[in-house]
């Protein structure tokens, strides 16, 4: 829709009925069209590989960090997942193929609806058969299936994940709640961690299982169940780890929920710091809980535990191919901390 302001042309924008926000697709008056995805998506590309340095996997489209509101897509290799929030940009899907085709050594394309209930048709473009692929991240190789969680694969703490081996050392116990695939998981078991992960989803735990034999880990074990309910059981039964890592997923999506949000973080994080003896490793996704909510949620865990903590270095955010720009803080979710106890 064309959107004016005293009858003078202002932007083109994305607005589903009903919605309470406008989402920006152009300032100019020009036809969304083929040439007009070429060159954000050309431009995006650019961005990873000519400044991030990004070559084989990563975010390729940030939605709004890309000028591109309600398209996700990661590249993993020669295969990509695309999630749509819009029901309107489903109908610009192969335009978006066949610019990402040309550009990328992509040759297919998983496209599916961002939220559950979306009138969105899940659809794979180009070779059908390749869906399954392994990627490198630092000193650690993964299994991504383009039908597994969201886009496959969380891109965005690769940098978190990375940095966590230069604080594991070889015999650590390690906690990894949340592990989904083992992300966290697979980089403390290659720098000789036995790592114990816990994950609600029994899918996410057999792929998790196949990247730990896919980098050669042997001391691992991995537990099916509610976080929180598994926490207590350690604690009852006497456990602690050298490190321990809480990586949730969002415990709201609404600012109205976020009372309820900040309940539930102080709960997991008191639970973290009974079990962790050295370090715990602590993050956020959601994204109407702001870092100093976060932090101070934190802060109030360890006063509840009796740990002292202290922060390790900065703020951590998601990976830089999730582009933050500084016109719209709102792009800006994830929140990771590193913390030493004593």
Known sequence: ???????????????VKGSSCIKILTLKKEDID?????????????YRENILGFKDTYRMIYAEGDYLPSIVLD????????????????????????????????????????????????????DKNNIE????????????NLKGHKTGFFLDQRDNRIDIEGYI??????????????????????????????DISKKALEVAKENMELNNIENYNFIEGNAFDVMRELIEEGESFDVVILDPPAFTKTFKDVKNALKAYNTLNYLGLKLAKRMLITCSCSHHVDREMFKNTVISSSLRAKKEIKQIGGYRTQSP??????????????????FGIE
């Open 169 to 198: 050392r070889e015999g650590d116990r390690v906690l990894d709640i949340c592990c989904y695939t083992g992300g966290f998981s697979v980089h403390c078991g290659i720098k000789g961690a036995e790592v114990l992960g816990v």
């Open 34 to 46: 083929r040439d007009f995805f070429y060159r954000r998506i050309k431009r995006a590309i650019e």
């Open 1 to 15: 829709m064309d959107l004016y302001y005293k009858d003078k042309f202002v932007a083109q924008a994305l607005y």
């Open 321 to 338: 191919d999730h582009i933050i720009t500084m016109a719209n803080k709102n792009l800006e979710y994830l929140k990771c901390l590193f």
């Open 133 to 144: 692929t392994i990627i490198k991240e630092g000193n650690g190789k993964f299994k991504v």
């Open 75 to 126: 590249k993993y290799n020669n295969i990509g997942s695309m999630q749509l929030s819009s029901k309107i940009m489903e109908k610009y899907a192969p335009i978006i193929y066949e610019c990402v085709e040309e550009l990328t050594d992509i040759s297919t394309l998983y496209v599916q609806g961002a939220n559950k209930g979306d009138s969105i048709k899940s659809k794979i473009y180009g």
